[in-house]
Nanobody, 124 residues
Framework: QVQLVESGGGSVQPGGSLRLSCAAS????????MGWYRQAPGKQRELVAV???????EYADSVKDRFTVSRDNVKNTLSLQMNSLKAEDTAVYYC??????????????????WGQGTRVTVSS
């Protein structure tokens, strides 16, 4: 069973920084693209950053040059360094696979069960 546990959220002022972490278990972490998603109040969940299997990263335009995603394939952890935070970054942040993901010798075009997320509040 896949389990994702996010941590590191909090309240910061605009311009501040936070580092989020995600611990994954039950998944072959190294061969799957992993992403950070967020859901702001009243809005749909959106993808903000992806760590690809080849070590490259992709970012939503809204966070490019401010956020950095990284992964540790030994510890099965995914991180998101968030700098120059803005009020519009306020949301609950989740990690999950970026489908498709590899499970039991097949590629599954779906997400794994979502964790509880970690809340980020940017406010003066």
């Amino acid at each position: 069973q896949v389990q994702l546990v996010e941590s590191g959220g909090g309240s910061v002022q605009p311009g501040g920084s936070l580092r989020l972490s995600c611990a994954a278990s039950g998944i072959i972490f190294s061969i799957n693209a992993m992403g950070w998603y967020r859901q702001a109040p009243g809005k749909q969940r959106e993808l903000v950053a992806v760590s690809l299997r080849n070590g490259m990263a992709e970012y939503a335009d809204s966070v490019k040059d401010r956020f950095t995603v990284s992964r540790d394939n030994v510890k099965n952890t995914l991180s998101l360094q968030m700098n120059s935070l803005k009020a519009e970054d306020t949301a609950v942040y989740y990690c999950n696979v970026k489908p498709p993901w590899y499970k039991d010798d097949v590629w599954v075009d779906d997400f794994v069960s979502w964790g509880q997320g970690t809340r980020v509040t940017v406010s003066s």
